[in-house]
């Protein structure tokens, strides 16, 4: 058998030679003639290949979907022309004046209740979270958010955790407007960042770094100590631990489901009809994403708060949590995918890719082993 000529300029150098996963002296000259197709016959690969790229699920559940076009005819492009010019030049400044508003309230009312309530404890949290939900309310306001709350109310009680969808951080501003949650949360920069550091960590809110593995320690103890606590606000976590389209949920962190308390489905859905809430931190930043939210017709969407479960005997925390994911999904109406959410920030293992390498290398072998 004729071997490759290396010095091909159209070697690929980065494409591994599948002799180096080959044992030593398995290619011997076979008996009889073998022809280059039966070598080179690699119809499951490309089937396995080309059947990822039609049936990509996974960069379905990141990826945002444009508004279908209307504006198309001569008819409808003036109709277009005024609705832009209406929330660009009157939705948008209107908006702009109740944010700020919003913000001038806020601010003359909880740094004198931060301060001045040091030794009341009790009252001062009560009045923190009052003001949080108010807050959020603004934020919602200036969406012109037409929000439609499902079932019963949460309320503060030790060992539960509530747990919800996660389509963009709004997620967290629609929720806290009915009710005070402590988030558990990536830590951002900017603006963000100092309403973490300040105003939501007296809420009790749990910060944590994704690129840091001692936080997890850190956190999954700051979680235990939190559910434990008779007067702490209810916890609110994103078990995705990503931005999502709103069309699927991915896997659930189990983490949320191992706490040994009552865990509280929480449903979120967003109609499209006027603006798509998906938040693509990869690609635009939270500022960005709140102004294409308050320069939109409206935000509008659902949220379904569901019955309390627990978890059943002989079940495993990943089994709870799979069980859990069935009925936010079912209730919003998304598609559950098997991808773990934090492949959207890392590049495949290469043990992966070598597992698939070492594979094709054992079906060539057998090939040549058959002739």
């Known amino acids: 058998m004729s071997k490759l000529n290396t010095s091909s300029p159209e070697l690929d150098l980065d494409h591994p030679n599948i002799e180096d996963y ?7 000259e076979p008996i009889g003639k073998l022809r280059l197709r039966d070598l080179l016959d690699i119809s499951p690969t490309l089937t396995e290949a080309a059947g990822a790229i039609v049936d990509d699920s996974f960069t379905r559940c990141f990826k945002s979907n444009p ?21 660009y030049g009157i939705l948008f400044p209107l908006r702009v004046i109740v944010l ?25 949290k009560k009045l923190e979270r009052g003001l949080v939900e108010v807050l959020c309310s603004f934020f919602v306001a200036s969406w012109t958010g037409v929000v439609k709350y499902h079932g019963p109310r949460p309320s503060m009680r030790p060992k539960q955790v509530f747990v ?4 963009s951080m709004i997620d967290f501003i629609v929720l806290e407007q009915m009710t005070a ?5 990536q830590k951002h920069p900017g603006w963000v960042g100092l309403l973490q550091s300040t105003i939501l960590d007296s809420l009790g809110c ?22 434990n606590g008779p007067d702490n606000n209810p916890l609110l976590i994103f078990p ?3 931005c999502v389209n709103n069309n699927y949920t991915v896997m659930f962190k189990k983490g949320s489901f191992e706490l040994g308390c009552t865990v509280c489905p929480i449903a979120i859905k967003y109609n499209k009809i006027f603006v798509d809430a998906f938040w693509n931190s990869r690609k635009q930043s939270f500022t960005t994403h709140l102004l294409q939210l308050m320069t939109s017709w409206a935000v509008v969407c659902d949220v379904w708060y569901l019955e309390p479960q627990n978890l059943k005997s002989g ?11 069935d009925i936010i999904s079912v209730r919003a109406g998304v598609k559950k995918v098997p991808w773990d959410g934090y492949l959207k920030y890392s590049r495949p293992s290469p043990k992966h890719r070598e597992g698939k390498q070492q594979s094709f290398a054992d079906w060539v072998l057998r090939r040549l082993e058959e002739r």
């Open 100 to 124: 700020t508003i919003g913000w001038i309230i806020f601010l003359l009312c909880y740094f004198p209740v931060h301060f001045l309530l040091k030794g009341h404890d009790k009252l001062r």
């Open 315 to 325: 079940e495993t925390p990943i089994e709870f949590a799979e069980r859990v994911r």
């Open 22 to 28: 080959l044992p030593s002296g398995s290619i011997q």
């Open 181 to 185: 949650f402590a988030v558990i949360m």
């Open 240 to 242: 995705e631990g990503t």
């Open 164 to 167: 919800a969808n996660h389509t």
């Open 67 to 87: 508004p279908e076009p209307w504006n198309w005819n001569i008819y409808l492009f003036p109709l277009w022309c005024l609705g832009v010019v209406f929330r």
């Open 206 to 227: 749990i910060w944590f770094n994704r690129s840091e593995a001692k936080d997890r320690e850190i956190v999954a103890r700051k979680l235990r100590e939190h559910v």
